[in-house]
C-alpha cells in the first residue's frame, strides 16, 4: 500500500545541506587528467582463475569506500576503506558462512552509515545497518518472505530504500523510515506474479536526503518503468522518450540532492543508452563513445549494472563494446563522455562517484581476480579535504 507521510527537514539535514553546498564550491569536476588507486580488502581471494576478489559498491563525499570482498571460500564479507587507505573488514552478525553467502554492503551516507544485506546459512537475505562505531542492527521487511529484504541505499537522514519479496516470491519496493517504521508500495500498472512467471515487480534503488526515492516497476507485458516517489508518498512513472523499456531488473538508477536521476533505457533494438533526468522531468540520453550497437550491447547492460550521479551532474555508469567487453565511463557535467579502464583490466565495472568526481569500481584481470579501483581527478589528488593517501 502507498502510505502518505509529510517530511520536515531537521537540523541533522539542515547540516548536511550547508556541508554539501561547501563541498560543491571547492571541489569542481577535472575531464583529464586522473590517478587511479587500485587496491585489495585484506582476505580478499586474489588466486589466478578463481574469480574471486574486492568489489567497492560506494564512495561518500570524504572518499570513504564500503563494499564486499570474497575469501578462499567464495565468502562474502563487508569492508571500509577510509580516506586514507586503511581498510577494516566486517560480517554482520548471523551471516552464513558457506560459498556465496555473508556479507554484502550496498550503501554509505556520508556519516558513515553503511546498509546492506546478509546471507544466512539458509540463503536467505536479510537487510543490516552499520553504525560509524560498528554496531549492527538487522532489519526485514514486515511480510517478507521468499528471498527476503535487500537495502538497496542510505541517506543522511538514517532513511533506507529497497526491495523485497513476499512469500509468493514477488519483488517489491520498501521505504524503511529513520524511526524504523516500514513503507511499502505497489507500482502504477505493476505486474503480479513473480520471477519465475517474468514478473519482477517493482524496487526502490535510492533516496536523497529530502525523501524523494528513486525506483521502478516491471508492468503487465513486463516491460519495465522508472518510477520517482516524492517525500509525500506520491508516485510518478516515466519513460524516456523512445524507450521500449527504462531501467531494468537490478539496474540502480543514480540519485543527486537536487532530484536528478541517472541510469539506463532500451530501444526497440535491445541497444542500451544512458539518460539523465532533471527534477523537472527532462531528459538528456547520451552514448559513450566506443559504446557498441548492436543488441544488448551499448551504454548500460541488460541486468545488474548501476548508475550513479554526483550533486554537480557528473555521471558514472558502464558501457559495452561490440566485442561485449565491459568499460566503465565518467560523463562531466558538460557532457563529455572520458573511458576508465584501470591499466591490466579486461572488465571494468563503476560503483559510485562522490562530488569531487572521484569514481569508485572494480575490473577483472588477466588472471581472472577481481581488484577495487579508485579514479582521482588531478585536482583532488593531494587534496586535504578528501585524504588521499
Given at each position: 500500500m502507498t502510505t502518505t507521510v509529510s517530511h520536515v527537514?531537521?537540523?541533522?539535514?539542515?547540516?548536511?545541506?550547508?556541508?554539501?553546498?561547501?563541498v560543491l564550491a571547492i571541489a569542481p569536476i577535472a575531464a583529464c587528467a586522473q590517478n587511479t588507486i587500485i587496491f585489495d580488502a585484506p582476505g580478499a581471494d586474489t588466486n589466478p582463475g578463481d574469480f574471486n576478489g574486492t568489489y567497492p559498491a560506494a564512495i561518500n563525499a570524504r572518499g570513504a569506500i564500503t563494499g564486499s570482498f570474497q575469501d578462499a571460500n567464495s565468502t562474502y564479507h563487508g569492508?571500509?576503506?577510509?580516506?586514507?587507505?586503511?581498510?577494516?573488514?566486517?560480517?554482520?552478525?548471523?551471516?552464513?558462512?558457506?560459498?556465496?553467502?555473508?556479507?554484502?554492503?550496498?550503501?554509505?551516507n556520508d556519516f558513515g552509515e553503511i546498509t546492506g544485506n546478509y546471507l544466512d546459512v539458509n540463503g536467505y537475505s536479510h537487510g543490516f545497518v552499520r553504525t560509524p562505531e560498528g554496531r549492527f542492527l538487522s532489519l526485514d521487511v514486515p511480510g517478507a518472505g521468499g528471498f527476503g529484504s535487500t537495502p538497496k541505499a542510505v541517506n543522511?537522514?538514517?532513511?533506507?530504500?529497497?526491495?523485497?519479496t513476499d512469500s509468493n516470491y514477488a519483488f517489491r519496493a520498501f521505504l524503511r523510515r529513520p524511526d524504523g517504521t516500514f513503507v511499502t508500495w505497489v507500482d502504477p500498472g505493476e505486474c503480479t506474479g513473480n520471477g519465475s512467471s517474468g514478473c519482477y515487480g517493482s524496487g526502490a534503488t535510492?533516496?536523497?536526503?529530502?525523501?524523494?526515492?528513486?525506483?521502478?516497476?516491471?508492468?503487465?507485458?513486463?516491460?519495465h518503468h522508472g518510477l520517482v516517489r516524492t517525500q509525500n508518498g506520491r508516485l510518478i512513472p516515466y519513460d524516456v522518450p523512445g524507450a521500449q523499456s527504462t531501467g531494468c531488473p537490478?539496474?540502480?538508477?543514480?540519485?543527486?540532492?537536487?532530484?536528478?536521476?541517472?541510469?539506463?533505457?532500451?530501444?526497440?533494438?535491445?541497444?542500451?543508452h544512458g539518460f539523465l533526468r532533471d527534477p523537472k522531468g527532462r531528459?538528456?540520453?547520451?552514448?559513450?563513445?566506443?559504446?557498441?550497437?548492436?543488441?544488448?550491447?551499448?551504454?548500460?547492460?541488460?541486468?545488474?549494472?548501476?548508475?550513479?550521479?554526483?550533486?554537480?551532474?557528473?555521471?558514472?555508469?558502464m558501457y559495452i563494446d561490440t566485442n561485449f567487453v565491459y568499460h566503465s565511463y565518467l560523463r562531466?557535467?558538460?557532457?563529455?563522455?572520458?573511458?576508465?579502464?584501470p591499466e591490466g583490466s579486461y572488465f571494468t565495472f563503476s560503483s559510485g562517484i562522490n562530488d569531487g568526481g572521484v569514481v569508485a569500481g572494480y575490473y577483472l584481470d588477466a588472471d581472472n581476480v577481481i581488484h577495487g579501483f579508485l579514479r582521482i581527478p588531478e585536482n583532488l589528488e593531494r587534496s586535504d579535504w578528501l585524504q588521499v593517501p
Open positions: 527537514i531537521p537540523l541533522r539535514s539542515r547540516l548536511s545541506i550547508g556541508g554539501l553546498l561547501s569492508f571500509l576503506r577510509n580516506p586514507n587507505g586503511t581498510i577494516v573488514t566486517f560480517d554482520a552478525p548471523g551471516a552464513g558462512t558457506g560459498p556465496y553467502l555473508g556479507t554484502s554492503p550496498s550503501s554509505m543522511l537522514e538514517g532513511a533506507i530504500v529497497g526491495f523485497y535510492n533516496i536523497d536526503l529530502v525523501g524523494i526515492i528513486a525506483a521502478g516497476y516491471n508492468d503487465s507485458n513486463f516491460v537490478g539496474c540502480d538508477s543514480g540519485l543527486n540532492q537536487w532530484g536528478a536521476i541517472a541510469g539506463i533505457y532500451a530501444d526497440a533494438n535491445y541497444v542500451n531528459f538528456t540520453t547520451f552514448d559513450a563513445p566506443g559504446a557498441g550497437t548492436g543488441s544488448y550491447q551499448g551504454t548500460g547492460c541488460p541486468s545488474d549494472c548501476p548508475v550513479s550521479v554526483n550533486n554537480v551532474g557528473a555521471v558514472t555508469g562531466t557535467p558538460e557532457g563529455k563522455i572520458i573511458t576508465i579502464d
